[in-house]
C-alpha cells in the first residue's frame, strides 16, 4: 500500500511572504516553523512525544499572550476615551486649582468651561480662559447660587428674634 501526498502541501511549495510585522514572530510564523520540523525529521528518530507537547504549549502560551494584549490594548483605549466622559461633569463646577514651579505657588479659583482631551492627558479650560491639566485641581465645588446667603432660602424672617417659646416648668402658680 503506497501513500502519496499532494506536493502542493508541502511548505517549500508555500510562498515565503512574511505577514509578522518587524522581527517578531507570530503564531502562523511558529505552525510554519512546527510544520516543517515534522515534515523534515529523521524517519528512524522522529520527535518524540514531548518534545511534541512542549512545542505545542509553547504555542498556545503564544496565542494566549497575543489575545491578552489585544484585550489589554482595547481595555486602556476603551479607559482614555472614557476619561473625557468622566470630567465633563466637572463642567460649570468651580474648582481650585494650584501648582509650584520654580518655587513661585501658582493658585486660583475659577469655573470649568470645557474639557479637552490632548493625547492621553485631560484639561479643563477655565472661564478666563486657562487651561490646566486635573492633577492640578485641588477642591472642586459646585457653583454658588447667589441666592444661598439670603434670609429667604430657608423660609421666611421679619428680622425679629423668635422668643415665642415657652417652658411650663418656670410658671410658678402654686
Same mark, same amino acid.
Given at each position: 500500500?503506497?501513500?502519496?501526498?499532494?506536493?502542493?502541501?508541502?511548505?517549500?511549495?508555500?510562498?515565503?511572504?512574511?505577514?509578522?510585522?518587524?522581527?517578531?514572530?507570530?503564531?502562523?510564523?511558529?505552525?510554519?516553523?512546527?510544520?516543517?520540523?515534522?515534515?523534515?525529521?529523521?524517519?528512524?528518530?522522529?520527535?518524540?512525544?514531548?518534545?511534541?507537547?512542549?512545542?505545542?504549549?509553547?504555542?498556545?502560551?503564544?496565542?494566549?499572550?497575543?489575545?491578552?494584549?489585544?484585550?489589554?490594548?482595547?481595555?486602556?483605549?476603551?479607559?482614555?476615551?472614557?476619561?473625557?466622559?468622566?470630567?465633563?461633569?466637572? !463642567?460649570?463646577?468651580?474648582?481650585?486649582?494650584?501648582? $509650584?514651579?520654580?518655587?513661585?505657588?501658582?493658585?486660583?479659583?475659577?469655573?470649568?468651561?470645557?474639557? !479637552?482631551?490632548?493625547?492621553?492627558? $485631560?484639561?479643563?479650560?477655565?472661564?478666563?480662559?486657562?487651561? $490646566?491639566?486635573?492633577?492640578?485641581?485641588?477642591?472642586?465645588?459646585?457653583?454658588?447660587?447667589?441666592?444661598?446667603?439670603?434670609?429667604?432660602?430657608?423660609?421666611?424672617?421679619?428680622?425679629?428674634?423668635?422668643?415665642?417659646?415657652?417652658?411650663?416648668?418656670?410658671?410658678?402658680?402654686?
Amino acid at each position: 500500500m503506497s501513500i502519496s501526498f499532494d506536493p502542493t502541501l508541502y511548505l517549500k511549495n508555500q510562498t515565503k511572504e512574511r505577514t509578522s510585522k518587524g522581527d517578531v514572530l507570530g503564531k502562523d510564523d511558529f505552525l510554519k516553523i512546527l510544520m516543517t520540523q515534522l515534515q523534515n525529521q529523521d524517519p528512524l528518530n522522529p520527535m518524540q512525544d514531548k518534545d511534541f507537547i512542549a512545542q505545542m504549549a509553547t504555542f498556545t502560551s503564544l496565542e494566549q499572550m497575543t489575545n491578552m494584549n489585544k484585550m489589554l490594548e482595547n481595555f486602556i483605549n476603551t479607559q482614555n476615551a472614557d476619561n473625557i466622559l468622566k470630567y465633563s461633569e466637572m !463642567i460649570g463646577k468651580k474648582v481650585e486649582w494650584g501648582y $509650584i514651579e520654580d518655587g513661585v505657588t501658582e493658585t486660583g479659583v475659577s469655573i470649568v468651561k470645557s474639557v !479637552i482631551q490632548a493625547n492621553s492627558q $485631560i484639561l479643563l479650560e477655565l472661564e478666563d480662559g486657562t487651561k $490646566i491639566p486635573t492633577s492640578f485641581i485641588t477642591k472642586v465645588m459646585n457653583q454658588e447660587n447667589p441666592q444661598e446667603g439670603s434670609d429667604t432660602a430657608g423660609g421666611e424672617s421679619d428680622g425679629s428674634s423668635d422668643t415665642s417659646t415657652t417652658t411650663p416648668s418656670t410658671d410658678s402658680s402654686n
